[in-house]
């Protein structure tokens, strides 16, 4: 049995092993990976904003509640943005690859960088009403 303040640490090292298996076992998709993990890092550091409203995790060191941020949080984000962004194509067997300029600007993709902006425009309004933060993201996203 884990005690109770390391559970968050077990987890979120949990999520490197998956990782740590497609990189072994697809070699075409570790770029990729490597890629969405270091971009999905700093949302590691988005912890303030839930620490304690929606939750205190027993975090290495008391950092969470001490802090608001903890090693787990960026540990986590690195293992879970690799594998959520190669998943599928490792077993589907396809490589991710670059979009032709001229299908990038076929009409049917206008609405896209709008698609991926809207969450990050949305929150920070949504963040400022008197809800939990968690609400706030769940509603953005």
């Known amino acids: 049995?884990?005690?109770?303040?390391?559970v968050w640490s077990v987890w979120s090292l949990a999520f490197l092993?998956?990782?740590?298996?497609?990189?072994?076992?697809?070699?075409?998709?570790r770029r990729a990976m490597l890629w969405a993990s270091l971009f999905t890092v700093p949302f590691g550091l988005t912890e303030p904003i839930f620490v304690p409203s929606y939750w205190s995790p027993p975090s290495l060191l008391d950092l969470a509640?001490?802090?608001g941020f903890d090693i787990e949080?960026?540990?986590?984000?690195?293992?879970?943005?690799g594998v959520a962004a190669v998943l599928y194509n490792a077993f589907?067997?396809?490589?991710?690859?670059?979009?032709?300029?001229h299908?990038?600007?076929a009409n049917r993709h206008r609405l896209h960088r709008?698609?991926?902006?809207?969450?990050?425009l949305v929150f920070v309004p949504l963040y400022l009403l008197p809800?939990?933060?968690?609400d706030a993201a769940v509603l953005a996203l």
């Open 65 to 67: 509640r001490k802090t």
């Open 103 to 105: 299908d990038r600007e």
């Open 1 to 6: 049995m884990i005690p109770d303040r390391y």
């Open 131 to 134: 809800w939990n933060p968690i």
């Open 17 to 29: 092993v998956p990782w740590a298996l497609l990189f072994a076992l697809f070699p075409e998709q």
């Open 114 to 120: 709008w698609a991926l902006a809207a969450p990050f």
């Open 73 to 81: 949080s960026l540990v986590f984000s690195f293992g879970i943005g």
């Open 92 to 101: 589907t067997r396809r490589r991710l690859g670059v979009m032709p300029a």
